[in-house]
T-cell receptor, first 114, second 110 residues
Framework: GESVGLHLPTLSVQEGDNSIINCAYSNSASDYFIWYKQESGKGPQFIIDIRSNMDKRQGQRVTVLLNKTVKHLSLQIAATQPGDSAVYFCAENEGKTSGSRLTFGEGTQLTVNP | DGGITQSPKYLFRKEGQNVTLSCEQNLNHDAMYWYRQDPGQGLRLIYYSQIVNDFQKGDIAEGYSVSREKKESFPLTVTSAQKNPTAFYLC?????????FGPGTRLTVL
């Protein structure tokens, strides 16, 4: 069926650099997207979301970009810190037919080197 | 102190035993969810409930059962029929599209 996937399973960056985590989705009916951060042994934590009527949304040190033409979602983290080291998941809500169900990607492990 | 609580944090069971994982939320959310996460993997949906006294199977419901008698509570029972129950179990709730997660329960079958 339809799925959400990530381009890179791992990403290693230097402290202070910007990080970009990518996500591809295949369902053109998806109208809502979320990024989660999961630290080891903990539950996923909401970071930022975006609806399909937008192409960019900014939070504190994070920006989500949505390109509906190529069905691509990205999470940008500015001035990456060691505390940002975690697995990052994207998730999509596949429109009204799915109700409140989300489909999750496989995750990207971000490692921040001091 | 609002949020989603799961208990216990760690759970051990012997093969062949049923075990129930607790999930409680005080966020007044209508919908609740159970996910399974295996090491290095993403989240897979077990069951979800969009309203009290109603629930639907997710993608991997076999060997699991749930109930939703109260809005605040959505317990998950891992039955002896689940062939490989050792995993990290996550509960979530939502009022609209955004799901918020609990801290998880790590179940180990001995």
């Amino acid at each position: 069926g339809e799925s959400v996937g990530l381009h890179l399973p791992t990403l290693s960056v230097q402290e202070g650099d910007n990080s970009i985590i990518n996500c591809a989705y295949s369902n053109s009916a998806s109208d809502y997207f979320i990024w989660y951060k999961q630290e080891s042994g903990k539950g996923p934590q909401f970071i930022i979301d975006i609806r399909s009527n937008m192409d960019k949304r900014q939070g504190q040190r994070v920006t989500v970009l949505l390109n509906k033409t190529v069905k691509h979602l990205s999470l940008q983290i500015a001035a990456t810190q060691p505390g940002d080291s975690a697995v990052y998941f994207c998730a999509e809500n596949e429109g009204k037919t799915s109700g409140s169900r989300l489909t999750f990607g496989e995750g990207t492990q971000l490692t921040v080197n001091p | 102190d609002g949020g989603i609580t799961q208990s216990p944090k760690y759970l051990f069971r012997k093969e062949g035993q049923n075990v129930t994982l607790s999930c409680e939320q005080n966020l007044n959310h209508d919908a609740m969810y159970w996910y399974r996460q295996d090491p290095g993997q993403g989240l897979r949906l077990i069951y979800y409930s969009q309203i009290v006294n109603d629930f639907q199977k997710g993608d991997i419901a076999e060997g699991y059962s749930v109930s939703r008698e109260k809005k605040e509570s959505f317990p998950l029972t891992v039955t002896s029929a689940q062939k490989n129950p050792t995993a990290f179990y996550l509960c979530a709730s939502s009022s609209r599209d955004t799901q918020y997660f609990g801290p998880g329960t790590r179940l180990t079958v001995l």
